[in-house]
């Protein structure tokens, strides 16, 4: 064989480029928004869960999410559909049995996890943009390595989502009878994306079918995996709009139950 | 219609290099590539840079362009301002040849240490019959066009030279994906083989490599959090390990994962057995591809070969 071109020669110096990126446009809004957001929403949420007031409106029977499932002694007892076994110190948060899990299902998801190793880690901050660290392990070693626990904490939300489904089923339900207002209509649309985000995880699109070899063999997991697949494409919006409408709803909650603004009925 | 743009391009080698300005006329419809071959044409004769097809289907005029890595020849001129500097260096990740061009052999010893295809003993080449359903997902991961630009822009080893023993990247987690879900594929350690010898841990899902393929391959979500998913399933999912006990299900045979990397010469046990292979066996014509794949480059622009051996799964 004839070839006139330069063979490598061992092992070479890459490219002495003084810049650390030379990417010009803004790389860093993403992480910057992001960095906002979260850290927005963990204020809120914070102050919230630990105000343990606010969180039922008795004339309608709507519960916030942020205290589903009401299980501290501390409850008002109709907002308690599953009772009160917890005690009541300030410290526990009412929905003590959920929002842990809440929590780490987020912080494991798939997700979460491109957005706070970019913005919070800077590992990397964006693509072609150098990491912020002089060395990496990723997520081979503890603490990283409990990543891998995803798909318990799917499970759990999956539970989890039935809960927030049942209170947004019995918030048709007021003392007066069968009632539906807006404050329904906000507790079904946060339910509903809940689902969304819940069901177009990466865990749960494995679990439904992407672990098959063949997908001939099983024909209704495999249109159970492309419903989901189909979701996948949009869990990052799925993953915001949800702290969205979780916000929204439990802002929605406070304000009737402070007595900030009526609930707007269609019926009853 | 034609203007004069502002061009800034990294001329060196290992010794040294740095980024000479040159104003160079542009045309309408044109991209980047055209833009250095007119420079080589008038400025520059002794510019180097690799390219081959113009389609963006070779993968070889790999580099970054204002800091983001892309295809030279899919990288249109009227995606920048009148009046913005357009700035281009080689790959970062790899070592420098000359100028634009990098030494991407990491990348071939990494598919050489790939396990290659596996089918089943008793059945011909010729005779493979699989239902398309079943290797659709496999498909995706074909359209690579092996142009590197996802294992340049890997953090994992652009920003940590010492990660290249352990990390193979993502181009070769989707070629372990892609074998994996591949309904012939005989080899049920794929999964293991990712996680230890391929260095999938290290990936932290950040996505880049999906934001810069220009196959818009979904590396990520359709190829890299599959196999960790499918890793938990045999290291981390106690509940899973506990019905393949009871059911018997999934045995694995663990013998020749740990063996795989001893050299990049070293054979897969699918090649060591007479099995069908396209990564490694000596007596294929995929080596010899390329090694001349990985040295070409200098000069006026020479082209790189088109190699799909490194791929070969007995379909296309």
Redesign the interface.
């Known amino acids: 064989?004839t070839?006139?071109?330069?063979?490598?020669r061992g092992?070479?110096?890459?490219?002495?480029?003084a810049a650390k990126?030379?990417?010009?446009?803004r790389w860093w809004f993403a992480p910057l928004i992001t960095v906002i957001g979260l850290s927005a929403w963990v204020a809120y949420a914070t102050v919230r869960v630990f105000m343990h007031n606010n969180y039922w409106v008795p004339e309608h029977h709507y519960l916030t999410p942020f205290y589903s499932p009401c299980v501290t002694e501390r409850c008002v007892e109709g907002a308690a559909h599953f009772g009160r076994f917890l005690p009541g110190w300030w410290i526990i948060p009412d929905a003590a049995l959920t929002l842990p899990f809440l929590l780490l299902f987020r912080l494991t998801c798939?997700y979460y996890?491109?957005a706070y190793?970019?913005s919070f880690w800077l590992?990397?901050p964006a693509?072609?943009v150098?990491?912020g660290h002089k060395?990496?392990?990723?997520?081979?070693r503890f603490p990283?390595?409990g990543q891998?626990?995803?798909?318990y904490f799917f499970y759990a939300a999956a539970i989890i989502s039935l809960i927030n489904t049942w209170d947004a089923i019995l918030a048709f339900h007021s003392p007066k009878g069968f009632g539906f207002g807006l404050g329904n209509i906000v507790l079904l649309v946060n339910v509903v994306m809940l689902w969304a985000y819940t069901i177009s995880c990466?865990?749960c699109?494995?679990i439904i079918g992407?672990?098959l070899?063949?997908?001939?063999k099983h024909p209704v997991r495999?249109r159970a995996w492309t419903f989901v697949s189909a979701l996948?494409?949009r869990h990052m919006q799925l993953a915001w709009v949800t702290l969205g409408t979780l916000a929204l709803t439990d802002f929605y909650v406070m304000a009737l139950a402070a007595g900030w603004f009526n609930d707007l009925r269609f019926i009853n | 219609m034609s203007a004069k743009r502002q061009f800034r391009i990294w001329r060196g080698d290992e010794t040294g290099g740095d980024l000479q300005d040159y104003m160079v006329e542009v045309n309408e419809g044109e991209v980047v590539l055209d833009v250095i071959h007119r420079l080589q044409a008038t400025d520059a004769p002794d510019l180097a840079c690799r390219w081959n097809c113009k389609a963006g289907k070779c993968g070889s005029c790999s580099m970054e362009i204002n800091g983001k890595p892309r295809l030279s020849c899919m990288t249109r001129m009227s995606t920048f301002g009148d009046d913005e500097t357009v700035t281009v260096t080689p790959l970062r990740t790899f070592p420098v040849i000359r100028d634009l061009v990098t030494d991407v052999s990491f990348n071939y010893e990494k598919a050489r240490e790939t396990p290659a295809f596996a089918p089943p003993p008793d059945v011909a080449p010729g005779d493979y019959r699989m239902q398309q359903v079943d290797v659709e997902r496999s498909q995706e991961f074909r359209k690579c066009i092996e142009c590197f630009l996802c294992q340049n822009v890997c953090h994992v080893i652009r920003d940590h030279e010492e990660n290249k023993q352990a990390f193979s990247g993502p181009r070769y987690f989707i070629r372990a994906a892609e074998l994996d879900m591949h309904p012939l594929d005989t080899r049920t350690d794929r999964k293991e083989y990712a996680q230890a010898e391929q260095g999938l841990g290290f990936c932290n899902i950040t996505k880049c490599c999906t934001e810069v393929c220009p196959e818009h391959i979904k590396i990520t979500d359709n190829g890299i959090i599959p196999m960790k998913e499918r890793v938990v399933d045999r290291r981390y999912d106690p509940l899973v390990w506990l019905g393949s006990k009871i059911f018997r299900r999934g045995e694995t045979p663990q013998t020749s994962v740990t063996t795989a990397r001893q050299g990049s010469a070293t054979p897969s046990s699918a090649t060591r057995s007479g099995i069908h292979s396209h990564a490694g066996a000596p007596t294929t014509r995929g080596p010899r591809r390329r090694r001349r794949a990985a040295s070409t480059g200098i000069g006026r622009c020479p082209t790189r070969p088109r190699r799909r051996s490194t791929t070969g799964a007995g379909f296309r």
Do not use: Q, W
Request: charge should be positive.
């Open positions: 064989m070839s006139t071109a330069t063979r490598p092992a070479r110096a890459r490219a002495a480029i990126t030379l990417r010009t446009d798939y996890r491109k190793y970019r590992s990397p693509c072609a150098p990491d060395e990496y392990g990723g997520e081979t990283l390595l891998n626990l995803h798909r990466h865990s699109r494995h992407g672990r070899k063949h997908f001939s495999y996948n494409v």
